[in-house]
């Protein structure tokens, strides 16, 4: 499956974005899907990750109750809704999906596919 993620900018600490991720190639709905970033200086970390019905969602604790993962399986289509951005929220997010349900949702080498990130900056 190839992944695209768009939808990143500059927005200032209090507000919104939403990435998207498209995905095009083999069925999407077979993969659980998930968010990274990385920051300047930093090694990527893990976001948020989502099952393939869109039932079952992991966070990360510095973003659990501000930035919400979903999916539109019927679109190929993932999305995070990022609301009350802080300045630590600057990163260039990435997209991935994973073949298998089973094993660590937060660990980056069990993720199969990837985007190509897009970039976030938050101004405080």
């Known amino acids: 499956v190839q992944l695209q993620a768009f939808g990143g900018g500059l927005v200032q600490a209090g507000g919104s974005l939403r990435l998207s991720c498209a995905a095009s190639g083999r069925a999407f709905s077979n993969y659980v899907m998930g968010w990274f970033r990385q920051a300047p200086g930093k090694e990527r970390e893990f976001v948020a990750a989502i099952s393939r019905s869109g039932v079952t969602t992991r966070y990360s604790d510095s973003v659990k109750g501000r930035l919400t993962i979903s999916r539109d399986n019927a679109k190929n289509t993932l999305y995070l809704q990022m609301n009350s951005l802080k300045p630590e929220d600057t990163a260039v997010y990435f997209c991935?999906?994973?073949?298998?349900?089973?094993?660590?949702?937060?660990?980056?080498?069990?993720?199969?596919?990837w985007g190509q990130g897009t970039q976030v900056t938050v101004s405080s």
């Open positions: 991935a999906g994973r073949t298998y349900y089973s094993g660590n949702w937060y660990v980056e080498k069990e993720y199969d596919y």
